[in-house]
């Protein structure tokens, strides 16, 4: 179970000229870096980096936001994660979905706030709406993103 979380770094970039027509891909990326084990307070740091990259046409890169922290986790199959990451420096099978989703989370969250303040696109898709219906009158929409199925 995740208790808590920080980020302790944060680096962002992007160029200075980026003409207003050019077409942005973005290619994120969460990698777990370490795992340390606190025995006093039973729990377990996982270490991660975000990153996430602005290219242009190209495939030159003309931004990127890194995120930097950590997570801490606590459960009774402690011991077993951190001795797999010890042996092999991968993640146990019944945390790296948690794990990874959390980091992830709190990386893209950040990240969207950092790029909106160098005037880079959203990492995530926004939500659209549509204005008109078929006959061309104005309608009210509803944005609210839906869930889809495993």
């Known amino acids: 179970m995740i208790i808590n979380y920080l980020i302790t770094n944060v680096s962002a970039n992007r160029e200075d000229e980026i003409p207003s027509e050019t077409q942005f891909g973005i290619s994120n990326n969460i990698t777990v870096t370490d795992v340390e084990k606190d025995e006093r307070?039973?729990?377990?740091?996982?270490?991660?980096?975000?990153?996430?990259a602005f290219t242009a046409e190209e495939s030159k890169e003309i931004g990127k936001?890194?995120?930097?922290?950590?997570?801490?986790?606590?459960?009774?199959?402690?011991?077993?994660?951190?001795d797999t990451w010890v042996e092999s420096k991968k993640l146990d099978s019944s945390v790296t979905e948690e794990i990874l989703q959390a980091s992830l989370n709190i990386s893209i969250l950040e990240a969207m706030s950092v790029a909106k303040m160098?005037?880079?696109?959203?990492?995530?898709?926004?939500?659209?709406?549509?204005?008109?219906?078929?006959?061309?009158?104005?309608?009210?929409?509803?944005?609210?993103?839906?869930?889809?199925?495993?």
């Open 65 to 82: 936001v890194v995120i930097s922290g950590f997570v801490i986790y606590t459960g009774e199959n402690m011991d077993k994660v951190y």
């Open 118 to 150: 160098l005037q880079l696109p959203s990492i995530l898709p926004l939500p659209k709406v549509s204005a008109t219906n078929e006959s061309g009158e104005h309608t009210e929409h509803d944005t609210t993103s839906k869930k889809s199925k495993k």
């Open 41 to 52: 307070f039973k729990i377990l740091k996982f270490k991660f980096k975000f990153d996430a």
